[in-house]
């Protein structure tokens, strides 16, 4: 499985972004994809995930309210809508996948894409 992420960009505080990420491969193997964002300094950390069916969905506490995530399962695509960005959100955003069922470490995601990088100006 191939990972593309794209939508990154500079946006000011309190704008917002749309995140897609096209997967290729062997798509039919993927149980959950989910976003994970690395800020300067900092350690990866779970932003969102959404389960095949779409109807199972989770988020950090940090971006509760304010991004969405959907998937396109017919395109191969999940997505992650940020709106009210803040300064702290500045990141760049990897998105992945998982065989199996579990979302929110990274260790147990098997594919990741190559990260697009998000500035929230202040």
């Known amino acids: 499985v191939q990972l593309q992420a794209s939508g990154g960009g500079l946006v000011q505080a309190g704008g917002s972004l749309r995140l897609s990420c096209a997967a290729s491969g062997r798509t039919s193997t993927i149980s959950v994809m989910g976003w994970f964002r690395q800020a300067p300094g900092k350690e990866r950390e779970f932003v969102a995930a959404?389960?095949?069916?779409?109807?199972?969905?989770y988020y950090a506490d940090s971006v509760k309210g304010r991004f969405t995530i959907s998937r396109d399962n017919a395109k191969n695509m999940v997505y992650l809508q940020m709106n009210s960005l803040k300064s702290e959100d500045t990141a760049v955003y990897y998105c992945?996948?998982?065989?199996?069922?579990?979302?929110?470490?990274?260790?147990?995601?098997?594919?990741w894409g190559q990260g697009t990088l998000v500035t929230v100006s202040s």
């Open positions: 959404a389960h095949s069916s779409a109807r199972s969905t």
């Open positions: 992945a996948a998982n065989k199996e069922v579990g979302y929110f470490s990274s260790r147990l995601y098997d594919y």
